[in-house]
């Protein structure tokens, strides 16, 4: 028997308190990629099920741990005892134990399944008039695509910024071009993986206007941490609008300095990599859409964020700030 002096069980307990805290500090349902805080409809079902057979599990375990301590104390070993009596089976205990986690099963198996044909059948399908979106899957970014407004035989190309009416349905299609990646937006939704060759389907709902973080939740490369992106719930008015102007041709710049750096950007060869047209032709399979290596750069100063990290305007705000897009262009293309 091993017996702690002083000194060990100070380093005990201070391992079991940091352990404790460490904890503690990932149960905040404030956190911009908490499951616990649902803002919609897939997101609250999964919610469900997880709170259901948690507290189910939480009142199994302390039966199971009281009826062990009680055991221990109650029938202890004292001095003097003989061998206890040795029994082999007890039916009706046996009997107890089989009925009672198979109903603890089937408690927790009718929500689940309930859930399950409910994240798999989208309430307004796109065969219906749903708005569906593209959504596919690069080392190390997310391309949306749109269908086109202006015309049914086009997509509206977009890169880690996916918008979407407010309590409205929207059906997504599930796609990637190298590796395997996960679609994640915890407050919105569980994770579907993107695989090569594979599409998947899902669909999300959000029923709060605002900003929720996405990110991809399957390791795909050196970048895989910085594979984020934003999802932008507005009403449908301001959804349209937005839609409309990414469908517009970006406007010829001006000034003497946006002049130059259109002119760098081509003549750098930056075209290889990077489009700039965000209009592809479903026709032609989008082959006349140059640069899909590396993000979309249609409409890039119109983002609210860089890459999905760096933000191009004020906390809160949903306006852009020049500034900002500026020095963090020069930092990105620093980097």
Known sequence: MVILNHRSRRIAGVAVIGVIFALMLGCTPSHFQSTFDARGPVAESQLFV?????????????AVEGAIIYAVIKFRRRAGDGDPVQ???????????????????????????QGIFFMANSPVPPERGGLEVDAIGHQWWFEFRYSNPNDPNQQVVFANELH????????IRLRSVDVIHSFWVPKLGGKVDMIPNNDNSMWLQGDFEGEFYG???????????????????ESRENFNAWLLAQAM??????DVLAIQGKELFRKAGCQGCH??????????????????????????????????LLPNREEGVLTVNDAMIQQNLKTWLTD
């Open 164 to 171: 979407m009416p407010l309590g409205e349905p929207l059906n």
């Open 50 to 62: 997880f709170n259901l057979i948690f507290w189910v599990g939480a009142v199994v375990f302390i």
């Open 215 to 233: 990110q991809c939740a399957e390791f795909c490369g050196v970048s895989h941490a910085n594979m984020r992106f934003k999802v932008i719930v």
């Open 275 to 308: 489009a700039t047209n965000s209009i592809m032709n479903l026709a032609d399979g989008g082959r006349r859409l140059p640069g899909r290596v590396g993000p979309n750069l249609s409409h890039v100063a119109s983002r609210l964020d860089l890459v999905g």
């Open 249 to 254: 041709p970006a406007p010829d710049p001006v």
């Open 87 to 113: 029994i082999h089976g007890h039916t009706r205990l046996e009997i107890a134990w089989t009925i009672v986690p198979a109903i603890i099963l089937a408690i927790t198996a009718v929500p689940t399944i």
